[in-house]
């Protein structure tokens, strides 16, 4: 085994928080230049007065969107050491900005047990598996009733042949969970049964607390949605826009797609949707859009600040 000077270690870290800076920005930048979005139209949409009324908002429920996942993760990690919500914001902002341009941001599963010692660095990774299903829960359990009531007022059929092959795959993944619980997963000494046998030890309080948070976060995003929509000029009332909102995020999260096809993903879904409403195709492009800048590439640059900060902790 090759055995690396501190001198060559601290080198390859500053290489590494480069390169992360580097491919961030980039992917930022490109996703900004392709979008075919403009600036210039967006803004000629709306009026100054829009803008005073309407900026408070997004600084506001973009701010609490953040701070429940903050809250979330330091609920999370406080059952293997307590952490300020100072440190739980830099490790959530860090491995967001670290991870922007890998395939659904999976860098945050390496980027987060870096904050720990490497003794606790797997359980950490458990405990990030477990915010993303918490979200997840969310998003199906405001998006399933929403698709259905979707489908149902606008008549959307659904071939039998696509819900037996659903409901075989669904059986194939139960199936495979269960005869392969107690083999080794990616990574060495997690299998299906150690990662529940985990997760049953932060007791009903502490995960259900996080799911609690994770609902809340969904409602904050999802009305932060709608405000944009009303922003551009959407004539529809809360209560219409929801279920179409909570769809697209359903129907966005079930579509395995590189996250860096994320904007067009959900563009798309969101377009098909709002086209059952009287909701005008630019203004869901533009909401779209600003809602992956104010939750993605703004939070990204503040997280890659502390990129170049970081220093994983040591044995």
């Not at 961030?24 to 996703?31: A, C, K, P, Q, V």
């Not at 005073?52 to 330091?74: A, D, G, Q, S």
């Not at 996250?259 to 879904?269: E, N, P, Q, R, S």
């Amino acid at each position: 085994m090759i055995h690396l000077s501190n001198k060559a270690k601290h080198y390859a870290l500053i290489a590494l928080k480069v390169l992360i800076l580097t491919a961030s920005l980039i992917f930022i930048y490109s996703r900004l230049t392709s979008s075919g979005i403009s600036f210039t139209n967006m803004l000629s949409q709306v009026s100054t007065a829009s803008v005073m009324r309407y900026l408070p908002i997004f600084v506001l429920l973009t701010l609490l969107n953040w701070i429940f996942e903050v809250i979330k993760w330091k609920t999370l990690v406080s059952a293997l050491r307590p952490i300020s919500i100072k440190e739980a914001a830099i490790q959530c902002l860090m491995s967001h900005g670290a991870s922007v341009a890998t395939p659904g941001k999976i860098a945050e599963y390496g980027v987060k047990p870096l904050f720990f010692k490497p003794s606790r660095r797997k359980k950490v990774m458990v405990l990030k598996l477990y915010s993303n299903l918490s979200q997840l829960f969310a998003t199906i359990f405001f998006g399933v009733p929403a698709l259905i009531w979707v489908s149902m007022n606008h008549s959307l059929t659904v071939k039998g042949w696509n819900l037996l092959l659903l409901l075989g795959c669904l059986l194939l993944l139960s199936m495979g969970g269960y005869f392969f619980r107690k083999k080794e997963l990616l990574v060495k000494g997690l299998s299906i049964s150690k990662i529940l046998s985990f997760i049953r030890t932060l007791g009903f309080f502490r995960r259900n607390t996080v799911i609690l948070y994770a609902l809340l976060r969904y409602l904050l995003f999802s009305t932060l949605f709608f405000f944009v929509l009303r922003f551009f000029g959407a004539e529809i009332s809360y209560y219409t826009a929801f279920p179409y909102i909570a769809a697209m995020y359903l129907l966005a999260s079930a579509i395995p797609v590189f996250f860096i096809f994320d904007l067009a993903v959900k563009g798309g879904i969101a377009l098909w949707l709002f086209s059952f409403t009287a909701v005008g195709e630019y203004a869901v492009i533009s909401t779209v859009f600003v809602m992956w800048l104010l939750n993605f590439a703004i939070p990204a640059l503040f997280g890659s600040y502390f990129v170049l900060k970081f220093k994983p902790v040591a044995l």
